[in-house]
């Protein structure tokens, strides 16, 4: 039995000696193909992003705000306020085509009509600015509901300036009116075209 005994110690010692000439087998190999398909790269790189420039104004003779004094006061009056709508903004031009919205917003205490009209200056194309070909039409803009708005191309510096007209219509001479008081708002949304 000694002799047997002795056979399977050192069949054991020589699997052990095996598995573990094996792995050690397997690490090299591992290490020198994980070496291989390593590497490093350098340098730099640089991403430009187009910039996205926008404006508008509202211009009057003497400041860029209309006060609230030069509103019409009574049935029969209107008042013409002149604004801009473009893609430069100091010496840059937009490098990206815009859609914007107008909307006007009011408390809508008087019984004001608004109507729209106006020009374009630069680069000019057939569908430069769908709410312009309306209000060159004389059409009335809605209140409280953004407007198709316009279309601003990219690269070309070009304004849409527009003559909003607030009017008070003569049929509307209701006292009612007297001691109303209004608010009016101009917002000029605009976005990056997809």
Not at 22 to 28: I, T
Request: proline share 5%; no cysteine.
């Amino acid at each position: 039995m000694g002799e047997k005994k002795m056979r399977d110690k050192t069949k054991r010692r020589t699997y052990i000696l095996y598995l573990l000439l094996l792995l050690l087998a397997m690490a090299g190999t591992g290490a020198v193909t994980l070496a291989r398909y390593t590497s490093q790269v350098l340098g730099t790189g640089q991403a430009v992003v187009a910039s996205f420039v926008s404006d508008s104004s509202v211009v009057s003779e003497n400041s860029v705000s209309l006060p609230v004094s030069s509103l019409p006061k009574k049935p029969g009056a209107h008042v013409e306020i002149r604004f801009l709508v473009t893609n430069k903004k100091d010496d840059k031009i937009s490098q990206v085509a815009q859609n914007y919205s107008l909307t006007i917003l009011t408390a809508g205490n008087l019984p004001y009509e608004y109507k729209l009209s106006g020009t374009i200056t630069g680069a000019s194309s057939s569908d430069m600015n769908r709410l312009l070909s309306a209000a060159e039409n004389g059409a009335a803009i809605p209140v409280n509901i953004p407007s198709a708005g316009g279309i601003l191309p990219h690269t070309d510096s070009v304004t849409h300036t527009y003559t909003l007209t607030i009017s008070w219509p003569e049929n509307a001479a209701d006292p009612v009116y007297a001691d109303e008081v209004e608010h009016i708002e101009l917002v000029v949304d605009s976005e990056q075209r997809m």
